[in-house]
Nanobody, 122 residues
């Protein structure tokens, strides 16, 4: 399984970014797909997950600002990030996990990308 993220970068507070993840080596629509974040020295935590049925779940700080979506025909996952804040700064990872998962189910995700850095300046 190979997951490759793109779309991170440096943006000012209030700005937007769109993260993308392309997947190969798996039957994409058999998996939940999620975005997770991790700061140095901290545990990885869920941001948003879309399960195999298309149901979405979001960490509280992401609700109303971030939108997760997937394109099963293209094996692609997206995270539209709006109204970004400095506290959103982190490395963001794409991951594939069990068919029915939520953002809280970090341990359900077995395959991970290399990450893309998101930095929000104040």
């Amino acid at each position: 399984v190979h997951l490759a993220e793109s779309g991170g970068g440096l943006v000012q507070s209030g700005g937007s970014l769109r993260l993308s993840c392309t997947a190969s080596g798996l039957r994409f629509d058999d998996y939940s797909m999620g975005w997770f974040r991790q700061a140095p020295g901290k545990e990885r935590e869920g941001v948003a997950v879309i399960d195999g049925d298309g149901h979405t779940s979001y960490e509280d700080s992401a609700k109303g600002r971030f939108t997760i979506s997937r394109d099963n025909a293209k094996n692609a996952l997206f995270l539209q990030m709006n109204s970004l804040k400095p506290e959103d700064t982190d490395m963001y990872y794409c991951a594939a996990g069990h068919f029915y998962s939520t953002y809280e189910d970090v341990n359900n995700f077995d395959d991970w990308g290399q990450g893309t850095q998101v930095t929000v300046s104040s």
